[in-house]
């Protein structure tokens, strides 16, 4: 077993940290950008109605990817336990953690076929939209359990292999866009296509993130910790359920925000939701992976005691993300019509309406990514109970009572500016309380 307290702990802080997240970041970017091409593709072949479409089965494609983040504490277990020196420890949760995500996968694909037109209809579907949302979806069931196995790339990047991390985020990607190419243009299959080509690059990557724990020298799969301990499976879920419950509710917030702005602005107002819900998902990827980069610091260095450099870890990353984040939101303001502009043509009332809505919903981002950042080191010390709690503060207190609220008052505008105030009021309260948590972490605590 290769001794990970040279990659985690023997290095200077900073070096530790670019190491780790900046090979992270940019599989994230890179990731994202092939969704944007994916949705460029999109928006020239389907235009407006391939733009509403897609809006429609993003809270779909939340609350399949929210089992993903249910076995996130896999990566958070195993990288406290290897920082206690535990190796057979992480290879039980390993173990048991893969053959769980398995029997989830396979029972959430079931049960998605089983309902789909009724969860469509909940979503938001209509007659006009329903034949599309299905013709994607019946490719977009399938990924489930691929995706979930996906996910667990955060623990090849936690066992110290940051750069084979950033490859199978860097592979789905590219190859997915090349299928996109092929499906929807050369052979005219639509947003089936779309989704088709998605199917097929993540079962690829996927399978090979099954075979990299078959070889890896860190922690490897071993038959005898396979197992359906429900003991491991309840730690798993703990810390992952924060960012669960809170895709779950993103999904459900997204939901209510297509329904409300479609009624107070159309079939227009649905379209411009589904780019926005685009620049909003590629900030937030972006941020987040650099937060998976020190997630992985902070959860070994928590579970070897070494406190001084969580705090130091916590401070180079919230810096980070709020300085980044600024920047991106800089080059949102000054070119929001080029942006809008790339995914949709030949349609100037969208393109004006969705620029407006943009600026209204997106200028607040700092806000969003500090918060973020806090609540990714609450779930990488094990503290799932105050992540869990701010999630709901945030999307059940906050941000769907405001979306009807200042929706009744201030119609369309007030619907896009749910989302930044709620994040801002739950930001600033959850940076004072990571201020006081940081200051409260020493060996006695």
């Known amino acids: 077993m290769q001794d990970l307290s040279l990659k985690f702990e023997k290095q200077s802080t900073l070096t530790t940290i670019l190491k780790f997240s900046i090979p992270s970041s940019l599989g994230a970017i890179i990731g994202m950008l092939c969704v944007l091409t994916d949705r460029y593709f999109i928006g020239q072949v389907a235009g407006r109605e391939g733009m509403a479409a897609i809006a429609l089965v993003f809270p779909y494609a939340m609350i399949i990817n929210s089992f993903n983040f249910a076995f996130s504490g896999i990566a958070i277990i195993i990288g406290v336990k290897l920082g206690s020196k535990d190796r057979e420890g992480a290879e039980k949760v390993l173990c048991t953690g893969f053959l769980w995500i398995l029997i989830v996968g396979v029972l959430l694909t079931i049960f998605l076929f089983l309902f789909n037109i009724p969860i469509l209809k909940i979503l938001g579907a209509s007659s006009s939209n329903i034949a599309s949302a299905i013709e994607y979806t019946n490719f977009l069931i399938p990924i489930a359990t691929f995706q979930i196995i996906l996910g667990q790339s955060t623990l090849v990047r936690g066992i110290g292999d940051s750069v084979t991390a950033m490859g199978v985020n860097i592979f789905t990607g590219v190859f997915n866009v090349i299928l996109d190419y092929l499906f929807i243009i050369k052979f005219d299959m639509g947003i089936g296509g779309a989704a088709l080509a998605t199917l097929i690059a993540t079962a690829l990557s996927a399978f090979y993130i099954l075979f990299y724990f078959f070889k890896s020298d860190v922690i490897t799969f071993s038959k005898k910790y396979f197992s359906l301990d429900l003991k491991i499976l309840k730690e798993i879920f703990k810390i992952g359920s924060p960012r669960f419950y809170n895709q ?198």
């Open 248 to 445: 779950l509710l993103q999904s459900s917030v997204i939901t209510v925000t297509n329904r409300q702005a479609g009624v107070y602005g159309g079939d227009i107002a649905t379209a411009a939701i589904g780019i926005i819900s685009i620049c909003r998902s590629v900030m937030n990827t972006s941020l987040q992976g650099f937060n998976q980069g020190t997630a992985a610091i902070i959860s070994y260095t928590f579970g070897s005691k070494n406190y001084e450099r969580v705090k130091e870890v916590l401070k180079i990353q919230l810096c980070t993300v709020i300085s980044v984040s600024t920047i991106l939101v800089l080059l949102m303001l000054f070119n929001t019509e080029k942006i809008v502009s790339f995914f949709i043509k030949n349609d100037p009332p969208l393109v004006e309406f969705t620029v407006s809505a943009m600026r209204l919903n997106l200028f607040l981002m700092p806000f969003t990514a500090m918060f973020l950042a806090c609540n990714n080191f609450f779930q990488s010390i094990k503290d799932s109970v105050i992540a869990t709690r701010f999630f709901m503060l945030r999307i059940v207190i906050l941000n769907i009572p405001l979306v009807y609220i200042l929706g009744y008052f201030f119609k369309e505008i007030g619907v896009w500016l749910a989302f930044p105030i709620s994040d801002t009021l739950v930001a600033i309260v959850m940076f004072f309380l990571t201020i006081k948590k940081i200051r409260k972490i020493s060996p006695d605590n």
